[in-house]
């Protein structure tokens, strides 16, 4: 009985041992593990109230570099004050996450990023004051005839990463205005040297996933994709204010 007793008590102290140490582990990993997209900023949530996703919530592999939340762009402001976070209609959302995984399939280390996807009217508004009157106006839509498909949620900015995060080269930055951005006639911008051959090669992956998720190109931006045309989406999609 003695010895039962002896057994009793050091199976209770290690089962008390052990109990502690998992309470403490469980506290410790409250506290530490944050739950992903706890915080929305009025902006985001304003998006999510006209029917908008967030693209990384739809495939977290997606990477977002927003430029408009930087004065890293072509107006030199940051017009994105509360926003980091990449929202699109849920077709295009849809379409960007096939394009992802068809990029996946050729290249596993390579991934899309997004540079911009909705945006209000009222940052449009904004970029269209910064090029009004400029040779610039060609590359921002005019908000008086009702904006782009940025404003929309159907339209993104996108390139590619390599696997240690670089984007891959493309001959121009994102927001480039100017011939050496236009897809028109790749082939003989390399024979004059403006693009190279890697660069005309690293474009074409880039349009080759996008159109085979369902988005169509512009002329004038290598980067710039789609979804639908602007009277389609004027008739289907709502105005983002």
């Avoid at 390579?110 to 106006?137: C, H």
Wanted: charge should be positive.
């Amino acid at each position: 009985m003695e010895i039962d007793n002896c057994m009793f008590i050091r199976f209770s102290k290690a089962f008390f041992i052990a109990l502690l140490f998992l309470t403490t582990h469980l506290q410790i990993s409250a506290q530490t593990e944050k739950p992903k997209y706890s915080f929305k900023s009025k902006t985001a949530i304003y998006f999510e109230s006209v029917g908008l996703v967030n693209v990384r919530e739809m495939d977290e592999s997606i990477s977002v570099r927003l430029i408009y939340s930087t004065s890293d762009n072509f107006t030199g402001r940051i017009l994105y004050e509360d926003l980091k976070e990449a929202y699109l209609h849920p077709d295009a959302a849809k379409a960007l996450v096939a394009a992802q995984r068809n990029l996946k399939r050729q290249h596993s280390s390579y991934t899309l990023v997004v540079y911009d996807a909705s945006r209000p009217i009222s940052i449009q508004w904004k970029m269209w004051e910064t090029v009004r009157g400029t040779s610039g106006n060609i590359y921002v839509a005019n908000p008086v005839r009702g904006g782009g498909l940025h404003n929309y949620g159907v339209a993104v900015d996108v390139s590619i990463l390599d696997a240690v995060g670089q984007p891959l080269p493309m001959g121009t930055k994102v927001d480039y205005f100017g011939i050496e951005a236009h897809i028109a006639n790749e082939a003989e911008l390399v024979r004059q040297g403006k693009i190279t051959s890697e660069e005309w090669k690293n474009r074409l992956l880039l349009r080759q996933v996008m159109r085979e998720g369902g988005f169509h190109t512009i002329s004038s931006e290598w980067w710039h994709f789609n979804l639908c045309s602007r009277e389609t989406a004027k008739q289907k999609y709502v105005l983002i204010k």
